[in-house]
């Protein structure tokens, strides 16, 4: 029996199509690490997910250049958390809405989306290497990976919103079977 909870459904909609366009179409299997991508996609559906990085004074940060900063001000596990939200945030967007960035003059490559390339990355590493409680959620052995296949995790989530789009956001069409 399936849930009627809108977040299961959402859930299994974006699970379903991240697990095809990196098992099928980019022949990655790397089940912790779609996970992750799938959730991502999930958490971020809230526009405040994405503005969960605030100020000392409270105030939300939208910017990578703040966040970064808010990084420096912060220490251990919080430190973590906050480059993580960095590699989240600029592979969402690099991943899902580039040309929103190649729009946008950056400092790095001439665009913003170059700038995403290079900060994500180097978040995500940084975030790895960061020592927290071998059970800390996500491991950082994840995050490691994250970093060194960005391009590729935005290239992959850049088709899944392709194959949303294509079906309407139902799933992944279904096989064409022939006689």
């Given at each position: 029996m399936y849930s009627k909870d809108p977040s299961s459904t959402l859930r299994r909609l974006l699970s379903g199509v991240a697990e095809n366009t990196f098992h099928a179409q980019l022949g990655v299997v790397d089940p912790p690490l779609i996970d992750y991508l799938s959730n991502l996609?999930?958490?971020?559906?809230?526009?405040?997910?994405l503005e969960r990085i605030r100020t000392l004074t409270g105030r939300r940060v939208t910017d990578v250049r703040t966040m970064l900063d808010e990084a420096r001000e912060r220490v251990g596990e919080a430190r973590r958390e906050v480059h993580r939200h960095i590699?989240?945030?600029t592979l969402f967007w690099a991943?899902?809405?580039?040309e929103a960035l190649r729009q946008q003059r950056g400092?790095?490559?001439?665009?913003?989306f170059a700038d995403y390339l290079v900060h994500g990355k180097r978040a995500y590493l940084v975030a790895s290497s960061i020592d927290v409680p071998e059970e800390q959620d996500p491991p950082s052995d994840l995050?490691?990976?994250?970093?060194?296949?960005?391009?590729?995790?935005?290239?992959?989530l850049r088709e899944v919103r392709r194959e949303l789009?294509?079906?309407?956001?139902?799933?992944p069409a279904p096989p064409i079977l022939f006689n």
């Open positions: 996609l999930l958490r971020f559906v809230r526009q405040d997910a590699g989240d945030y991943g899902l809405y580039p400092t790095v490559g001439g665009d913003q995050l490691h990976r994250l970093s060194d296949h960005f391009e590729m995790c935005a290239y992959g789009e294509r079906t309407g956001g139902e799933g």
